[in-house]
Structures are given as C-alpha cells and as structure tokens.
C-alpha cells in the first residue's frame, strides 16, 4: 500500500516562477515530513523538512506547508531558477529522526529559460 | 567530506547469480538503509539496521537478505537475481541526533 502521494508526476515551470509539488499521507502516526532533491547520477539530498507542530517552513527560496487535519503537505519553491531542475521527493516517518522514512513517487520539475 | 560509497555505479549480473552490493559510510552513523527507486514507483525500502548485526525488513525484503558485520559496512545479497531485480539501489545511513538520511550515489543494477 501507498502511505504517501504525491503530485504530479511531472511539473514544467518556467524560469521566475512558482513550483508546487504536493503531497498527502495516510498514517496519522506520521510525525516527520522531509523533503529531497535528487540530481541526475546523484542520490536524493535532504532539502527542507517540518515537524507536525507548524504549518509553514521557510528556508531561502523553498517552503513547506503542512495541514495537519487535511493530512497534506507541499513543497513550493519560489522564482524557479533552471538549477532546480531536479527529482523532488516527499517522505514521512514516526518515532523519530532515526525511523525509516516512507518515500512518495516522485515529481520531475524542469524549469525552462 | 561526510559521506556513503556505493562499491559500484553500474553491474550487470545474470539471471540466478548470487550479487553483493556493498555500502560503506564514514560518518559512524548507526542507522543504514537499502531502498530501491523505479520509476513511478519512488524509494521502496528493501531493509535497514539499527546496528551491527541486526537487521529489519522493510516494505520489500523478498528476493534480498543484508548483512552488517561492522558499523560503517552494510551489504544487500540478491541470492538468485531475477529480471525483476534489475533497479536502481540507494544504500543510506542516518543518526539519532541530526534529522535526515546520508545516500550513496546508487548502483544501477541490470540483471539479464
């Protein structure tokens, strides 16, 4: 079974604007919501995560939003830049930072010029 | 440099052979994982540990066993790789005290 989607499959933005990938959980035991970047030939990157005690968290360009009664959390990136051309995958865990993470599918953003 | 080796980038192993993946980190972290990624499908993890000599399923774990002799060292056995097998793996590792996994490069895997 599917613990975590995430949409859409694929996203092209153009430079300068909004990226939007979302994500949506199952498990309300879920207590860690992190982010990864994944370049091509590279492994994922921790980009960005949130804990369940806030609904937005900001770092530079990159924002999680996070609602907790709608169990859904999204990454936005504002003014796109062709680098963030990547893989960008959501994950959740419970119990811990040690706990495995379960992994969304994976959103493909490109951002043309 | 923190980091997770994977020993090889590409293998191309034939069907029923017994393969090793091996990963090695160097950051003394207790935690290592395997996940394979497949499109449309994401990270599925095959097995973890929490420690040397032991070891968990994860969501996966048929067709593979792991091993983990030492604490930097965590190896996945395909015991007969089938076609089916032929993915891309992610060996990752992690601490208690800092949020977030450490992955290798991955090693592409074809079974033929």
């Known amino acids: 079974q599917q613990q975590v989607k995430q949409s859409p499959q694929s996203l092209i933005v153009q430079k300068g604007g909004i990226s939007i990938i979302n994500c949506a959980y199952e498990?309300?035991?879920?207590?860690?919501f992190p982010w990864y970047q994944q370049f091509p030939g590279k492994g994922p990157a921790l980009l960005i995560a949130?804990?369940?005690?806030?609904s937005e968290k900001k770092e530079g360009r990159f924002t999680i939003s996070f609602n907790k009664s709608a169990k859904q959390f999204s990454l936005h990136i504002m003014d796109s830049q062709p680098g963030d051309s990547a893989t960008y995958f959501c994950a959740a865990s419970m119990g811990g930072t040690a706990s495995k993470l379960t992994f969304g599918t994976g959103t493909r953003l490109q951002v043309t010029l | 440099d923190v980091k997770v080796t994977q020993s090889s980038r590409y293998l191309v192993k034939r069907t029923g052979e017994k393969v090793f993946l091996e990963c090695v980190q160097d950051?003394?972290?207790?935690?290592m994982f395997w996940y394979r990624q497949d499109p449309g499908l994401g990270l599925r993890l095959i097995y973890f540990?929490?420690?040397?000599?032991?070891?968990e399923k994860g969501d996966i774990p048929e067709g593979y066993s792991v091993s983990r002799e030492k604490k930097e060292r965590f190896s996945l056995i395909l015991e007969s790789a089938s076609t089916n097998q032929t993915s891309m793996y992610l060996c990752?590792?992690?601490?208690?005290?800092?949020?977030?996994?450490?992955f290798g490069s991955g090693t592409r895997l074809t079974v033929v």
């Open positions: 540990s929490y420690d040397v000599k032991m070891k």
């Open positions: 950051m003394d972290h207790e935690n």
């Open positions: 990752a590792s992690s601490t208690a005290a800092v949020y977030g996994y450490t």
């Open positions: 498990n309300t035991a879920f207590d860690y």
């Open positions: 949130i804990r369940p005690d806030v």
